[in-house]
Nanobody
Framework: QVQLVESGGGLVQAGGSLKLSCAAS????????MGWFRQAPGKEREFVAA????????YYKDSVKGRFTISRDNAKNTVYLQMNSLKPEDTAVYYC??????????????????WGQGTQVTVSS
């Protein structure tokens, strides 16, 4: 069992930056790939970024490439999402998730075993 707690959300103006953190507790954090997803009101949850257990491979949604960076610190059981050049369309609740799988399935919600409660990110224009 893995428990995930997100933090770092808030209100920011367009063009600004935020850094989200996801602290994990429980078993064997280092064995899990980690992902970030987001869900805006009235929309389905969508993939944002993912990172393998070693950090050697990352995946990004096309619209965030070059603006967002996912990273992890296995010594601290924490995964991060640095978000730069934020746009109003980035407004959503952001969720972190843990997966025991590898490969393309990390870009889908169904590929994950554990989820955090989410943190709100609001980007004003």
């Amino acid at each position: 069992q893995v428990q995930l707690v997100e933090s770092g959300g808030g209100l920011v103006q367009a063009g600004g930056s935020l850094k989200l953190s996801c602290a994990a507790s429980g078993r064997n954090f280092n064995n899990y790939a980690m992902g970030w997803f987001r869900q805006a009101p009235g929309k389905e949850r969508e993939f944002v970024a993912a990172i393998t257990w070693s950090g050697s491979t990352t995946y990004y949604k096309d619209s965030v490439k070059g603006r967002f960076t996912i990273s992890r610190d296995n010594a601290k059981n924490t995964v991060y999402l640095q978000m730069n050049s934020l746009k109003p369309e980035d407004t959503a609740v952001y969720y972190c998730a843990a997966s025991g799988r590898t490969g393309w399935i990390l870009t889908t919600p169904g590929g994950y075993d554990y989820w955090g409660q989410g943190t709100q990110v609001t980007v004003s224009s």
